[in-house]
Nanobody
């Protein structure tokens, strides 16, 4: 069974930075997609950034130029570097992976709060 452990969330002032990590453990033959989503109170969960196993990335418009997604395939870990944070970035951030024989797996979420 695959499990995801997220870390790195917290409280930061506007303009600050945070780095989220998502470590996958268990039987993982191949992770094709690693992604970060977020859900703010009263809003739907939205995709923030995604990276495929060939290194291709895609970002939500709100994240472009401020957030960077990366992955360490040897460690089955994804990262989200978030800079120039804004109060509207406040949300629970969820990691998601998808791959052969594991389907889609979600993490438990980590809270990011940006104060103005």
């Amino acid at each position: 069974q695959v499990q995801l452990v997220e870390s790195g969330g917290g409280l930061v002032q506007a303009g600050g930075s945070l780095r989220l990590s998502c470590a996958a453990s268990g039987s993982i033959p191949s992770i094709i997609v690693m992604a970060w989503h977020r859900q703010a109170p009263g809003k739907q969960r939205e995709l923030v950034a995604v990276i495929t196993n060939d290194g291709s990335t895609n970002y939500a418009d709100s994240a472009k130029g401020r957030f960077t997604i990366s992955r360490d395939n040897a460690r089955n870990t994804a990262y989200l570097e978030m800079n120039s944070l804004k109060p509207e970035d406040t949300a629970v951030y969820y990691c998601r992976i998808a791959g052969l024989r594991i389907g889609t797996v979600w993490g438990q979420g980590t809270q990011v709060t940006v104060s103005s």
